[in-house]
């Protein structure tokens, strides 16, 4: 069966066999909550998808073998924010290792169950002594509905917390789904400083599951951009508790799976671009009639990433030639550029190589002014198609990235 309801922020479902909790461990210049546990039940098969950047962070490289050694019979995420321990060398690893052998002795797991996560500031030592002195208040503090209060406690510079929830019925019975992300600058796949963590209830081997999440991913945080910034600290985690009994038997059911996690994984991350840092317009970048898939991402994101496009459609303003510029310096071989068109929210605004002769000013004017932007590119070369999902580039961006260590 397809039935399916969505859930936001303010009625995320807790996920049965998952509990969390928050506590303040004095990381964060500010008295906030920057400590998160979260507690997995026995059983639970986890698995997760991390930054391709070369320098990632002493938390990825443990998250990653741990997840390798324990064939992803993970007991709990440690999560602190404030602090990337990113670019700290074996420091580092040693912070992250002492971190999660303090949860692992004061919950009562083996070590290599616990897996850590990190965000913050860049190249400044984790201070585990901190996160393992609030670890008590944090486990005294773990409930099912906690949700709420962790979506919370792992954003940067973000300005609102990111969580949504799906429910589906599979064999009849229901299945719950639910996420939380963090992430509002320096994003860019593979992935976008980006953190999401999923729980559902679900039975799901966990060959299956990989499969399932590397789709919902593909089509969700790895079509997402702020500034082209890939971060170090990337890391997205699925878990299945398989605590509402129900396995996912038969084809039917795995479709009626897949579509809802791709769906809740889509939600956060254009959620993530909403709230990129100092952005004022969502944009959707539609790439039809190419050659192959790799030919349209090209064009795509480097429209996205056009410090000059981007600032038009801060100003809103109908700069089109931009847009074509970026395309036109994509690499694609032997473009057409007469064969290419372009709209802007619906508007054709080129064709043939120059503006549409259909095209004002004014219809360019109003087709700018939205918060939500569609910019669509037909290539006319072949089927394939991409969308990226940008944000356009303010003043406040460079004003949050100029102080973010002050």
Aim: hydrophobic share 45%.
């Amino acid at each position: 069966m397809s039935w399916s309801i969505e859930l936001s922020a303010d009625s995320a479902l807790p996920v049965a066999g998952v509990r969390l909790g928050v506590a303040q461990a004095g990381i964060k210049k500010t008295a906030k909550d920057d400590l998160t546990v979260v507690e997995l039940a026995p059983g639970s098969q986890c698995v997760g998808l991390f930054t391709r950047n070369a320098f990632c962070a002493a938390p990825v490289v443990e998250a990653r073998k741990r997840l390798d050694a324990t064939e992803g019979a993970c007991r709990y995420w440690v999560i602190n924010t404030g602090n990337a321990n990113a670019g700290t060398g074996q420091a580092g690893l040693a912070a992250a290792q002492h971190s999660c052998a303090a949860l692992a002795e004061q919950a009562g797991c083996e070590s290599e169950a616990v897996l850590p996560f990190s965000t913050g500031v860049i190249g400044e030592l984790l201070p585990a002594d901190k996160l393992v002195a609030a670890m008590p208040k944090a486990l005294v503090d773990l409930t099912e509905t906690g949700w709420q209060r962790a979506a919370a406690a792992i954003l940067t510079t973000d300005t609102r917390p990111k969580l949504a929830s799906r429910q589906v019925l599979v064999g009849g019975q229901p299945v719950t789904l639910t996420g939380m992300a963090k992430g509002a600058g320096m994003i860019r796949p593979d992935m976008a400083t980006m953190l999401a963590f999923f729980a559902t209830d679900a039975c799901v081997d966990r060959s299956l599951l990989d499969e399932l999440f590397r789709q919902a991913v593909a089509a969700s945080f790895n079509r997402i951009t702020v500034d082209g910034d890939t971060s170090t600290n990337d890391a997205a985690i699925l878990a299945a508790t398989g605590a509402s009994g129900v396995a996912l038997s038969d084809d039917a059911d795995i479709d009626v799976f897949q579509d809802a996690l791709t769906e809740l994984c889509i939600e956060l991350a254009q959620a993530i671009v909403r709230d990129g840092e100092g952005a004022t317009k969502f944009v959707q970048i539609e790439v039809e009639e190419g050659a192959d898939v790799a030919e349209c991402d090209a064009v795509a994101y480097t429209i996205a990433h056009s410090p000059l496009v981007k600032t038009a459609l801060f100003a809103s303003d109908p700069n089109w030639g931009r847009l074509l510029a970026a395309i036109g310096r994509a690499g694609l071989t032997d473009l057409d550029v007469e064969g290419v068109s372009v709209y802007l929210n619906g508007v054709l605004i080129a064709t043939e190589g120059a503006r549409a002769t259909s095209y004002t000013e004014a219809q360019g004017v109003e087709a700018m002014a939205p918060t939500d932007l569609t910019i669509r590119v037909l290539l006319n070369r072949g089927s394939a198609a991409s969308t990226v999902w940008t944000t356009d580039l303010s003043y406040d961006y460079v004003r949050i990235n100029a102080e973010y260590r002050t």
